[in-house]
């Protein structure tokens, strides 16, 4: 099963493709949910809701734990069903450039699934450090002197796999789309991971509505 995330409405929505494409229909609507902290609110915090096609959201997450950069301490999100029973939990670790290390993504949910992805494979990461940078960095000159378009972008694929290894959810930097290999995962907690990844590598079309709809 193929997901993506749609940009180019009020408000982000997940979508669930059928085999090879053909139809598809909607989960959610993205919702940013305000924290009351306007701009003095962590960088780490997430709070939003997935509204379905009822009246109020079939899934909430919000924050546990903020993370951080210095530290390397995990940012940990909970996400609750529309009666406040917990679906599951994900944990983000920022990646730390200076000890090669890669973000990291853990998605846990009640029903015992675990599942770990990291961004980028790193044989794309060896690449990219003594090409991909210097050619970012000159790109981005170019776009900033009007001459070129945007910088050429880090490895961004993501394998979730469980504890023997078996990949059970891959997202497809390059067109932008989630497959999930396990149709055992309860699409809500799959919806709500979608859009906490958006929220830290939106896709390239989000445009105002990055880290969606913001308050």
């Not at 770990?116 to 794309?124: A, I």
């Amino acid at each position: 099963m193929t997901f993506n995330v749609r940009y180019g409405t009020s408000f982000p929505v997940v979508v669930r493709h059928g085999e090879g494409h053909a139809g598809h229909d909607a989960i959610g609507l993205l919702c940013r949910v305000p924290d009351g902290q306007a701009g003095a609110a962590h960088p780490c915090a997430r709070t939003f809701d997935v509204v379905g096609e009822g009246p109020g959201a079939i899934a909430r997450v919000s924050t546990e734990e903020t993370g951080s950069h210095v530290s390397g301490r995990p940012a940990v999100y909970r996400v609750d069903d529309p009666y406040g029973a917990r679906l599951g939990r994900i944990t983000y670790r920022h990646g730390r450039a200076l000890r090669g290390a890669r973000a990291r993504w853990t998605v846990e949910s009640v029903t015992g699934h675990c599942v770990r992805g990291y961004r980028g494979r790193l044989f794309w990461w060896a690449l990219w450090w003594p090409v991909g940078l210097p050619v970012s960095l000159v790109w981005l000159i170019l776009s900033l002197l009007g001459e070129g378009d945007d910088a050429f972008g880090k490895p961004r694929r993501v394998i979730w796999r469980d504890s023997s290894r078996r990949a059970r959810l891959v997202f497809r930097g390059v067109a932008d789309e989630y497959q999930v290999l396990d149709g055992s995962w309860d699409p809500r907690l799959v919806a709500a991971l979608l859009g906490l990844h958006q929220s830290y590598d939106p896709s390239e079309g989000s445009g105002e509505n990055g880290w969606y709809a913001r308050p």
